[in-house]
């Protein structure tokens, strides 16, 4: 932003509205209830002791000072509330006023009327006493709809504290309780794209037993020809549904009775849970909120004003909200950011499930997308006719995931091919608890760097080995530490979800991501600190650093590493690395090898004792829904591909090459051959359990009661005494088509599945068998090995003891060693005859369970004929019902993401 710019916005900030910048009352009302805000930043408590979070690591050292003052000015209207924030920076001028604001589908909002929408809502709440006065936190699902976004500002208006949450939340399988109570819950507001009447019973239910004060519905208009029409027709009749439900408000029913009343504004400059927003969430429960204050928001939106990266931004720019506006990144940096910009947003109902999402980014023309790697992976793999048209596009800020600097020139590449010209890629990096990116990278690097930190931002990087704190300026590796003016404070009234460190009294937060800092001083981020563990040898596997390093080489999309605990042969923990190349082809093992050595040979970013034992290269590696590798997936057993045996090369013990050898066997390679003694004791247990059909019983019985099971479902379904007696009611005949449909269908999936897990029992079972003769041939084998050597050592052992013996002794010490001869037949002979029986009885049972699974397959066919025949004469029946209903209306309720499709309707991908 040029100086002249800077100075605009400060007196604007400063009049707050002029006489030349007409405006509604909220800007007029706003300026007299902020006249006492606070100018100037918070000062900062004396230096403290610093402490860390971490249990391992002892209390750190500092090197550096503490950070000082920020050299540029932040604009004075950002120490207030959001709300006033955005009304005054973009009430500088008339033309700032009337540029457009938000857009969705067929409407547009200039600023001014985003304004007076505010100043709606805020009526409401106002009546409703979802007030400051009232310490009202007020939960808002899915932000990714205009009329959320204005439901978000009003509160934030009359100092209510927001929560944001997905719709997901509202399930009755999400712990929506835990998180009311935990974080102080008051209301709920929930726009109609997001429930159904089940769902609001649901809420309406935690309203009574949880003492909620309001549970607020507003309709979401999608009436457009860019909508699928069944969407259109299912959303109007799915809000008529929630009009019968008893409890409930309705927006358009409150802004019509409290209209003028009012407004209560808030008075608390800087709340610190001002706005309540989550992290994308753990394997179980809710996920983590991330409380923040007015001044984080607003103040993260300054520092990327000061940074001088957008000035482009501020001449009007059109950006789209890709996410659902409830998570940091969602909010602040696709809502919030852009509208202290003065930007353009369009927020699609439903985000980027909405049918128009991939068009709209050519229809609106988008100049700026805010996106993830998982959006271009996504894309990559569409048809052509599918493929967004990215002609408009000239910004693109990635953020939430690592970014190789190989994945960024494809992602440039494929939107080049795609109708975009000089795209200019931004990386973002930051947490939810630093209210989104603090460091950015805007030149076109061919390294991994994530960039430099924004104003205002300070790092701080612990070296571990020195247990002391660096500034960047001092080039050390370590974990990073991260100071920001828009940090949170990890607290929500008296729980505390997580812990800030202080170093020199100034809170910062660690990232765990070890980073090393540039020559050019930017900074690169080497991998997860926390991604580690322990084999049985005490070493370290540090799988965050192992996965950043192989992923950054060339011919690698993506890669994890995950422990696999060996409990048969080696009682140890294996690191098994997964690898997804580029490439497809038989070039595949290639790469993965030229990386490895890379990392661990020729570059040495990697300790050789954290080379994996194994390699997996798969097809595909999983990613969470926030575009991450999803390391759990990987460790429950998700990813199937080629295994190898990594094999360390070693002249004079120093790794020299590296040998990838191909194998199917998941613990093959481990032991080198050798079966431990635990297996000696217990052959006669294997080989007895392997022949136990008990277990193959079980299985089968399980089978049958899951197909029984299904089969009662469907004859259940068959007696339905109340089909004749039907009401001539167009939903209740689509429920009924849709009831037998979703039969048909778990029965053909069920069935498919059913074979499919038949197969893979009988394949499991020989491969575990032609295991169990592997290893009872290995350790034959080893104890005939053995056996041989000890009587070598021992014959040496008599001849030397010969030598020192009376003559007569020699007669005696040969019958000693025909004995031993005599013995190892004997033990050879009876080896033989043992390994004999166990083929013939595992061939035997192999013919016995191909003539068994046979049956079932036949059995199933048979079953699964007559259920067809079944239903075929029950929809002739249902046929020669609908007759009958010729003269009531005939329209069915739509297919759409909450609801059964409609017949004979096209349904838009």
């Not at 007020?138 to 976004?149: G, H, R, T, V, W």
Request: charged residues 25%; hydrophobic residues 40%.
């Amino acid at each position: 932003m040029s100086a002249k710019k800077n100075d605009n916005i400060k007196k604007a900030s400063v009049k707050k509205a002029t006489a030349k910048a007409p405006v509604k009352a909220p800007v007029k009302t706003a300026a007299k209830t902020t006249a006492k805000a606070t100018t100037k930043a918070p000062v900062k408590k004396a230096a403290a002791k610093p402490a860390t979070s971490s249990a391992r690591r002892p209390a750190p050292a500092t090197s550096s000072a503490r950070r000082p003052a920020p050299k540029y000015e932040i604009s004075k209207a950002a120490y207030q509330r959001s709300w006033k924030y955005i009304v005054d920076i973009n009430s500088a001028s008339k033309a700032r006023l009337d540029r457009i604001a938000l857009i969705d589908m067929e409407r547009t909002y200039t600023y001014r009327q985003m304004f007076r929408n505010w100043e709606k809502y805020a009526e409401v709440f106002s009546a409703l006493g979802i007030t400051e006065e009232n310490h009202s936190r007020l939960a808002i699902f899915d932000c990714s709809c205009i009329e959320s976004s204005f439901a978000v500002y009003a509160a934030n208006m009359t100092g209510a504290s927001i929560a944001g949450f997905t719709p997901a939340y509202l399930s009755e399988k999400f712990p929506l309780a835990k998180a009311i109570k935990e974080e102080g819950i008051t209301d709920l507001f929930i726009n109609d794209l997001a429930v159904n009447k089940r769902l609001l019973v649901h809420a309406l239910k935690l309203k009574a037993e949880l003492g909620l004060r309001n549970v607020i519905v507003v309709k979401v208009p999608i009436d457009s020809n860019k909508m699928d029409q069944g969407l259109v027709n299912f959303s109007n009749s799915n809000y008529k549904e929630l009009k019968t439900v008893d409890g409930a408000l309705f927006m358009d029913d409150l802004i019509e009775k409290y209209e003028g009343t009012a407004i209560k504004y808030g008075t608390k400059s800087n709340d610190p849970s001002s706005f309540v927003f989550h992290t994308s969430g753990t394997t179980k429960g809710i996920s983590k909120p991330a409380p923040l204050s007015d001044e984080a928001l607003n103040l993260a939106s300054e520092n990327m004003k000061k940074s001088g990266k957008f000035v482009d931004f501020e001449k009007g720019c059109v950006t789209l909200c890709t996410m659902v506006a409830t998570s940091v990144y969602g909010f602040v940096n696709q809502l919030h950011e852009p509208l202290a910009f003065g930007c353009s947003v369009v927020l699609l109902p439903m985000a980027n499930q909405n049918p128009f999402f991939v068009k709209s980014i050519s229809h609106f023309k988008i100049n700026a997308m805010f996106v993830t790697p998982f959006y271009f992976e996504a894309w990559s793999k569409l048809p052509k006719q599918f493929v967004p048209d990215f002609s408009s596009v000239n910004v693109v800020i990635i953020g939430g995931a690592y970014l190789s600097a190989e994945a960024r020139k494809r992602y440039r590449k494929f939107m080049e091919d795609n109708g975009a010209k000089d795209v200019r890629f931004v990386n973002g990096y930051g947490m939810s608890e630093t209210c989104g990116a603090c460091i950015i990278q805007t030149e076109e690097v061919d390294n991994d760097s994530i960039g430099y930190p924004l104003p205002g931002v300070d790092l701080k990087i612990y070296d571990e080995l020195d247990e002391k704190f660096y500034s960047v300026k001092d080039k050390h590796t370590g974990v990073l530490y991260i100071h920001s003016d828009s940090l949170s404070s990890g607290k929500i009234d008296d729980n505390e979800f997580f812990k800030l460190d202080k170093i020199n009294g100034v809170p910062y937060i660690c990232t765990n991501d070890v980073v090393s800092v540039n020559k050019d001083g930017s900074v690169s981020c080497q991998g997860r600190a926390n991604r580690y563990f322990v084999n049985n040898d005490g070493i370290k596997f540090n799988a965050g650093i192992i996965e950043n390093q192989v992923a950054s080489e060339e011919g690698i999309e993506a890669c994890a590493m995950t422990p696999w605990y060996d409990k048969l042969l080696t009682h140890d923990t294996v690191p098994v690395l997964y690898v997804q190349p580029v490439t497809k082809d038989k070039n595949a093992a290639d790469l993965v090898k030229k990386a490895l050595i890379n990392v661990f040979i020729k570059k040495g970013t990697a300790k050789e004792s954290n080379l994996p034992m194994q390699c997996v290269i798969a097809p595909q590696i999983p990613h969470n829904r926030n575009g991450k590798v999803d390391i759990y997936r990987i460790a429950n057993g998700g990813v199937a591909g080629d295994r190898y045996i990594i094999r360390p090369v070693r002249v004079k013990d120093v790794l020299k090459d590296i040998v990838l050898e191909l194998t199917n066997n998941s613990e093959e390679g481990i032991t080198n051959g050798e079966v431990p003694v635990e297996l000696s004791s217990v052959w006669d247990d294997i080989r007895e359990s392997t022949m136990d059909r008990t277990v193959l019983n079980q299985a089968a019985n399980q089978y049958n009661a899951r197909l029984m099971s299904l089969f009662a479902g469907a004859h259940m379904m068959q007696g339905m005494q109340g089909i004749p007696r039907l009401p001539f009611d167009p939903a209740m005949i689509g429920q009924f088509i849709s009831m037998l449909q979703d039969a048909q269908n778990q029965l053909i999936s069920f069935s498919s599945q059913y074979i499919q897990y038949a197969v893979s029992e009988y394949n499991k079972w020989a491969i575990q068998t032609n295991k169990y003769i592997q290893d009872v041939n290995n350790y034959q084998v080893h104890q005939y090995n053995k056996f041989v050597q000890d009587v070598q050592k021992y014959e040496v052992d008599m001849n030397e003891y010969l030598k020192n013996l009376w003559q007569q002794q020699s007669e005696q010490a040969q019958q000693i060693q025909k004995q031993q001869v005599e013995y190892i037949q004997k033990v050879q002979e009876y080896q033989a005859q043992q390994y004999q029986k166990f083929t013939q009885d595992a061939q035997a049972y192999l013919a016995q369970w191909s003539d068994y699974a046979k049956k079932l397959q036949e059995y199933q066919a048979a079953q699964y004929q007559k259920f067809v025949e079944d239903v075929q004469k029950y929809q002739a029946q249902l046929a020669d019902y609908a007759k009958k209903a010729q003269a009531q209306q005939q329209q069915l309720p739509p297919m759409a993401y909450m609801g059964p499709a409609v017949p004979n309707q096209p349904v838009q991908k």
